[in-house]
């Protein structure tokens, strides 16, 4: 949205039995757009230090995690499961971005969580309704029931895949996309492919 300047002014005609009257009336009309100016933060909205400060339905976003002000930005009403990994300055690895916006979140960095990940294991869990994805390398031991792992937040059904992960737990392996490796929260390891066999 661009901010307008406006200037009021209007022409209007009446007629008497003296003759023609001239009358003023205000009347908008556009003098110049001014363009939009996101400094200060992610988002386009009204500057902004907290969630508070914005609508209900909008998050403060910065442009940076360490930021003290942002802009309101309005959450996404719906999201897909498509693949588009991103991480939130909350150290939540989201499947996509459009998660991340709707959690109300300031974007890290694109990409999984590196060293900014939130930590979780087998006794330690993920913060809301975030998963505890316990993956590890390809040819890496992951047998251990208290393998740590980083918290994800998946869209209800995922699409698109990274590499496909087996099992590490006893019993027969399993071949499981990364999506469904995370919803288990047990320790899966790295196929380094994209295909079950």
């Known amino acids: 949205m661009r901010a307008r300047a406006y200037l009021s002014w209007a022409l209007g005609l009446a007629t008497t039995g003296a003759g023609l009257l001239f009358a003023c009336a205000p009347q908008e009309?556009?003098?110049?757009e001014l363009p939009e100016r996101p400094d200060g933060g992610g988002g386009n909205g009204k500057p902004c230090v907290g969630d508070d400060d914005c609508e209900a339905a909008s998050f403060c976003a910065r442009n940076n995690c360490s930021d003290a002000t942002g802009r309101c930005e309005e959450r996404p009403?719906?999201?897909d499961g498509a693949i588009g990994i991103s991480c939130g300055c909350d150290g939540i690895t989201y499947w996509n971005d459009c998660l991340r916006r709707l959690a109300g979140v300031t974007a890290h960095t694109e990409g999984p969580c590196g060293p900014t990940a939130?930590?979780?294991?087998?006794?330690?869990?993920c913060p809301g309704s975030s998963l505890c994805g316990r993956l590890?390398?390809?040819r890496s031991r992951c047998d251990l029931p208290d393998m740590p792992g980083h918290c994800w937040a998946l869209p209800a059904t995922c699409t698109g895949t990274l590499t496909v992960f087996e099992t590490c737990v006893p019993g027969p392996v399993q071949c499981r996309d990364a999506c469904a490796a995370i919803r288990t929260?047990?320790?899966?390891?790295s196929l380094d492919r994209t295909t079950c066999p």
């Open 29 to 32: 009309v556009v003098l110049a």
């Open 77 to 79: 009403a719906f999201c």
């Open 118 to 125: 939130t930590i979780c294991s087998r006794d330690k869990a």
């Open 136 to 138: 590890a390398p390809p």
């Open 185 to 189: 929260q047990a320790p899966h390891r």
